[in-house]
């Protein structure tokens, strides 16, 4: 029972994040709220309590409206909807306080990335990978007015005033534009950006308490990571950006999809693409386990292929970005989290998985992680120590041979990187959490969760071997040969 209280501890971050700007909120002295300190000493139990609150707060009023609406009359939802609706910025700076903004990025990542939570808990956090109090028509039409130049049914031959999705910074309304383009228009709430910037005051606290528990923790490249790439969420105009490079590198891919940006109806606050087409993770879950594991699949080649070809990774990986058709098609959405490598960067992670992986050498895997400052030089553990904590990272690939994927490993991989009282502890509390390393342990407590809940089953070495650029392994799925023949075409 141990290792299942101590898997908490990393979605913990994520409540303590809340817990500590709740208190900001309360005190006037801003820097005095000591959430960072309690965190570190705050019990398992306690840790797991306070999540459990963190879910109540952020899903439980909207949870409440939902059920309420459905034994409501039609006119009665109505009333209901108006009710529960954002009017102002006031109102909706009121909101990001409590379960919009930066926390509810961190909630959005609890809700799946834990399964040994209390079901209600993870029930109430769930909640946020799809829904938040919406925007009400008209503030949602004034923030289009501002920056497209004319109000919705002006800007498009066709505007859904009903959010087709609201989230952690902004809400998508359907559209077609005036040459008959069937659009998502995603709408930054007002006050987000100021929001956002108040609750990363309490992130250097956090994360720099973690320090008194991991000795060879820098919180410093970490905040400052964090910070940059959020910051850069905020920005609508990068996001674009970030899209469209995505949509351009996948056209036509046999079943990865992206949706194109309309450029001349973005803004940075403002981002309109093509509306996709495709059903939630949640129904796709309930699929077969072949359609599931064609869907895993594509996610997999999806994740590693931009990484080691485009060099990026879209570091959002959570259950809310993904629309599902049979088949294996994926569209992938929001590509405002966005972490760019330069080819040193890839460079090493390659070095990383050849010395382990491929070659076996622990001696020369340790001297890379230690060298680039993944692990304190000299911590007192033995070359066999280190293959055992982080071969975990890498089970999947190690061997040629067909592997499911299941939520255990998750478990096992939080509890790796976050439980100072296990016996990796000496790796554990030597370990450090370099700048390029941030986002890209998102695949770790990300999508490793992801195909954990998918029960993904494949020969993922083999998969691998055809994404690794210094492999480039021949097909060895009928959607590896579809890729193939995809590359094939895009050479010629």
Do not use: C
Not at 358 to 363: H, K, N
């Amino acid at each position: 029972m141990a290792r299942r209280g101590t898997k908490v501890v990393a979605v913990g971050v994520a409540a303590g994040l809340a817990v500590a700007a709740a208190r900001r909120r309360r005190n006037a002295a801003a820097g005095r709220d000591g959430g960072g300190a309690a965190i570190a000493a705050r019990s398992r139990n306690q840790r797991r309590a306070e999540l459990a609150k963190l879910g109540g707060r952020a899903g439980a009023g909207f949870a409440v409206h939902r059920a309420r609406r459905v034994f409501a009359s039609a006119e009665r939802q109505v009333e209901l909807d108006q009710q529960f609706e954002l009017r102002t910025a006031e109102q909706v700076a009121e909101a990001l306080g409590g379960m919009k903004g930066a926390f509810m990025k961190l909630g959005q990542m609890a809700s799946y990335l834990d399964v040994g939570l209390p079901d209600h808990a993870r029930e109430a956090l769930t909640e946020l990978q799809h829904n938040a109090p919406p925007m009400s028509a008209e503030l949602a039409a004034d923030v289009v007015e501002r920056e497209l130049g004319a109000p919705p049914d002006r800007a498009f031959a066709e505007w859904d005033p009903q959010p087709l999705a609201s989230a952690s910074i902004g809400q998508v309304h359907r559209a077609i534009t005036r040459d008959g383009r069937a659009v998502a228009v995603k709408v930054q709430y007002p006050g987000v950006d100021a929001a956002i910037s108040a609750d990363l005051e309490a992130a250097g606290a956090v994360f720099g308490a973690m320090g008194l528990a991991f000795s060879g923790f820098e919180p410093g490249p970490l905040v400052d990571e964090i910070r940059a790439r959020v910051v850069e969420e905020l920005d609508y105009a990068n996001e674009a950006h970030n899209q469209q490079l995505f949509a351009d590198f996948y056209r036509d891919h046999p079943f990865i999809h992206v949706p194109d940006v309309v450029g001349e109806l973005s803004t940075p606050r403002v981002l309109t693409t093509d509306l996709a087409e495709g059903v939630r993770f949640d129904v796709m879950a309930t699929w077969d386990q072949d359609e599931r594991n064609l869907a895993a699949e594509a996610i997999y080649r999806f994740v590693f292929r931009s990484l080691y070809r485009l060099n990026a990774f879209n570091g959002d990986p959570h259950p809310g970005n993904y629309l599902f058709q049979p088949g294996g098609r994926v569209t992938f959405l929001d590509f405002g989290l966005v972490k760019h490598f330069t080819p040193h960067e890839i460079d090493v992670f390659g070095d990383m998985i050849r010395a382990l992986v491929m070659e076996g050498d622990t001696a020369r895997y340790r001297s890379i992680i230690e060298r680039i400052g993944l692990l304190k030089p000299g911590t007192p553990v033995s070359d066999e120590q280190v293959h055992e904590y982080f071969s975990h990272f890498y089970e999947f690939v190690l061997h040629d041979r067909v592997v499911t994927i299941t939520p255990q490993w998750s478990t096992d991989a939080v509890a790796r990187f976050f439980d100072p009282t296990g016996p990796y502890a000496p790796i554990i509390k030597a370990a450090n959490l370099p700048a390029s390393f941030v986002i890209i342990q998102r695949i770790n407590l990300g999508l490793m969760a992801i195909l954990g809940d998918l029960r993904a089953t494949a020969n993922f070495r083999r998969i691998a071997d055809e994404l690794w650029p210094w492999v480039d392994g021949p097909p060895s799925t009928e959607m590896g040969k579809a890729e193939h023949d995809w590359l094939s075409a895009r050479a010629s």
